[in-house]
């Protein structure tokens, strides 16, 4: 199985550009969501979803959208980036059930200048 | 507020030594669930281990052992006999309800340092 796939694994950014990080499970997983990992800071949920076409902010969920058309798919997307949001992005999955462990993807090391 | 507290932000031990990592977490839901992960110097996220609020039985896996106490609400790691390859940064984590549906909230991560 391929669990939890991302892409791309890096990307370079100016100021302003847009961008959409891939993200796409195979464990039929209800559960999606967006993390990002800062030095210092841990792991703070962006967006997530509980089902496809359902949506919902997490703590830091400015400047990023998100949709979910399909189960296997989530991708995140920058609108306009900032150097604010040079970071490690991860995607993770789990089942519909809250005692489920997240699954990870590898991350995207995502640089703005 | 922070939700889940690991107060260590840097351990350094020499192999063989045994390590506890700590976790201190805060919520108001009777039913929760807490959660271990590993990250490698590689990057990826591993799952540890995952204990439900309603059961406080202590769990032992090889080297790894978990020490879950509600009265002191913390859930602490310990490594027995460290080896190189236990260099890594763990997070603990907790599921609540919450305001993002049983999302996880992550500690800010404990980076331990295992030298030969």
């Known amino acids: 199985n391929a669990g939890v796939t991302q892409t791309p694994k890096f990307q370079v950014l100016k100021t302003g550009q847009s961008m959409t990080l891939q993200c796409a499970q195979d464990?039929?997983?209800?559960?999606m969501s967006w993390y990002r990992q800062d030095p210092g800071m841990g792991l703070r949920l962006i967006h997530y979803?509980?089902?496809?076409?359902?949506?919902d902010q997490g703590e830091v969920p400015n400047g990023y959208n998100v949709s979910r058309s399909t189960t296997e798919d989530f991708p995140l997307r920058l609108l306009s980036a900032a150097p604010s949001q040079t970071s490690v992005y991860f995607c993770?999955?789990?089942?519909?059930?809250?005692?489920?462990?997240?699954?990870f993807g590898n991350g995207t090391r995502l640089t703005v200048t | 507020a922070q939700k889940v507290t690991q107060a260590q932000t840097e351990i350094s031990v020499v192999e063989k030594e045994d390590v506890t990592l700590d976790c201190v977490y805060e919520?108001?839901?009777?039913?929760?669930?807490l959660f271990w992960y590993k990250q490698p110097p590689s990057g990826e996220l591993v799952f540890l281990i995952r204990?439900?609020?309603?059961?406080?039985q202590n769990e032992i896996s090889g080297r790894y052992s978990w020490n879950f106490q509600k009265s002191t609400s913390s859930f602490n790691f310990t490594i027995t006999a460290s080896q190189v390859v236990d260099s890594a940064v763990y997070f603990c984590?907790?599921?609540?309800?919450?305001?993002?549906?049983?999302?996880?909230?992550f500690g800010k991560g404990t980076s331990l340092l295992v030298t030969p």
């Open positions: 993770a999955s789990r089942r519909g059930t809250a005692d489920s462990p997240l699954h």
């Open positions: 464990m039929n997983h209800e559960y």
């Open positions: 979803s509980v089902g496809a076409g359902i949506t």
């Open positions: 919520t108001r839901d009777t039913t929760y669930y």
């Open positions: 204990r439900n609020s309603f059961d406080e």
């Open positions: 984590a907790l599921s609540e309800r919450g305001d993002s549906g049983y999302a996880l909230n």
